[in-house]
């Protein structure tokens, strides 16, 4: 099983942060930033690492929001609160929005993350 953490980050007006897949890391798409969590790590220092590493965002982790199981992957979708002040800085040729949570998920969404946009929409709308 292939274990990954996925940031959820909200703006003021209550957008989530949507990243696109880097060019040279299929399948294309749009998702929730993060990355996979290393033998040892915690999902949230995984986090942490990766949004650091992809998106120079500093930050700490909140409550894990749901776990998706698609296998092979297992998706961690944890809140993510930016330090003040910090922006997002794309560092591997992704493109990065703010997407309003709505009835209609993004059509460009990846599979897994789709199913975690049905559960923020219970949650939000």
Not at 43 to 49: I, K, S, V
């Amino acid at each position: 099983m292939i274990r990954v953490s996925a940031a959820v980050i909200f703006d003021g007006a209550g957008r989530v942060l949507l990243c696109s897949r880097p060019p040279d890391k299929p399948p294309a798409g749009w998702e929730f930033p993060g990355g996979k969590i290393e033998p040892g790590e915690t999902p949230e220092a995984a986090l942490e690492r990766e949004l650091l590493e992809e998106l120079a965002l500093p930050g700490r982790c909140g409550a894990e929001l749901a776990v998706v199981t698609a296998a092979p992957v297992e998706l961690h979708f944890i809140e993510f609160f930016p330090e003040a002040g910090a922006a997002v800085t794309p560092k591997e040729g992704q493109s990065f929005r703010w997407q309003e949570i709505t009835p209609e998920m993004p059509a460009d969404l990846l599979a897994n993350d789709k199913v975690f946009w049905e559960i923020l929409k219970k949650k939000y709308l």
